[in-house]
């Protein structure tokens, strides 16, 4: 028999890959970055909130509308290697990770709908 709260607790414990991703607007070369210590579950839930119209950047939201679908990928660019870290450094880690991410793609001439 499935104990599904043995299923629960071991998903919990299962640690998740932590990561930068963007959501990035081909047509004009804007992107939506952002970090996350679950990166499957923050993708799924971009996925969701730009079909249903309730992302958290109206701006997004309109060109999304504008270009449709076709014209959008949310992707992950960089996925830390996690050991034994404790929250707090995946969270440094993350945001100099992130910064690195942004300098980058600022270089290559992509512009931000939530960073300057």
Known sequence: ???????KEDYKLKKQPAGIFAVHNLHDN???IGISEDLPSVIRRF???????SFPFQQLIDDYKKHGEKN???KVLDELVLKDETKQE?????KMLEEMWIEKLKADGVSFYNKK
């Open 47 to 53: 996925q969701f909130t730009l079909k249903m119209d």
């Open 90 to 94: 995946i969270e440094k880690e993350l």
């Open 30 to 32: 804007k992107m939506f």
């Open 1 to 7: 028999m499935i104990n599904k709260k043995q299923i």
């Open 72 to 74: 959008f990928e949310i």
